[in-house]
């Protein structure tokens, strides 16, 4: 049996990977602080189990994790794993200055502690399996570039990209034959995108674009962007360690 851990599942890209997973008969594991019903419900090859989990708290994020290993390490039938780390906040949208400390305090365990963690864990629970790991980072454009009032956003991101370089480096030298990679979806019509043109023009100087990109149907719905993921995912030959993949890549 195929299985995947999938992190933000509730909404978004990261339910439009679970349930193409699961249509292609992988059992998904989701992960968010809010259930999706219609994955619970769904009746397809492949099953949905959902753990509720604040990624925001790190305590709370190793101790979920260590019970998913656990149950997933007693299935005598696992033939391949996949972990695709998709949750994240683009909050504050607010020039440095004038942000509260709380908020960026969530925003970089969600969006860069909380994947350390956890590929931390996995790459040591797993370190005798038998089948190569897959391990897919959701990253984003705005890790290359500086944004007025993304400063944490493309912080994060920017250390993620760092981050799974570095991981799958590592990988590289052990001759783990484990492929770590990063995954850009470009822009999609999700509730992120909905924050986003919510901002005012001060906190956001780009605001007035990100309006417009929705005017005139320029994000891309999120089963379109994870049918890229997911047809690269279980294509696991081809993808390449430490790889920077985009949804651009295939519509150019
Ligand atoms: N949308 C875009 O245009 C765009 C562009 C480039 C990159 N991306 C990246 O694509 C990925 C998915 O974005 P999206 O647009 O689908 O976002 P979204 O619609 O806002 O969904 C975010 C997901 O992350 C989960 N999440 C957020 N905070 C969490 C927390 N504290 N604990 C657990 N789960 C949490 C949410 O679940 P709960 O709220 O239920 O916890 C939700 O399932 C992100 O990594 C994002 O940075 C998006």
Redesign the pocket.
Known sequence: MKYAVV????????ASIAKLLMEASCHVIG????NNQSLTDAELPGTYSYYQ????DLSQTENIFKSIIDDVKEKGDMESLLLVQ?????TPIEQAGKQNTGQLVNHVH?NLLSPMIITNLWLDSFRDSNFPLVIAN?T??AANRSVYGWNAYGSTKAGLDRYTATVALEQDELNTGNKVFLFD????D????GEIRSADKTQFADVEKFKAYKTNNS?RD?DVVAQVLVDRLLDADNIKNGEYYSVKDIFK
Not at 7 to 14: D, E, R
């Open positions: 992190t933000g599942t509730s909404k978004g890209l990261g992960i968010a602080r809010n989990a604040d990624l925001s998709n949750a994240a906040l683009v969600v959701v984003s454009g979806p470009s822009i999609m999700t509730e992120m995108q994000l999120t």
